[in-house]
């Protein structure tokens, strides 16, 4: 086999992983998929990210963490 199409295998796994996680558990934070599935919040990002272009998952909420809600009530608006 080569190094391509173990990459390709590897990357069939954990799409397989991820959407028979959110099968099971329903909507989750990426930080809670990434826990379920051994992996940083980082990387269950990327992955996410990914399957939104395939149109395998979507995202329904983005929020603003707190370091940008501070940074925001500091811009002057107008």
Not at 20 to 26: A, T
Not at 30 to 39: D, E, T, V
């Amino acid at each position: 086999m080569s190094r391509g199409h173990g990459m390709i295998d590897w990357w069939k796994e954990t799409d397989s992983a991820i959407l028979e996680c959110l099968r099971r558990h329903g909507a989750m934070s990426p930080a809670a998929l990434g826990r379920h599935l051994g992996m940083s919040e980082g990387e269950a990002t990327a992955f996410l990210a990914m399957l939104v272009r395939e149109g395998k998952v979507s995202i329904r909420l983005v929020e603003l963490n707190t370091v940008s809600q501070e940074a925001a009530r500091r811009c002057p608006t107008g």
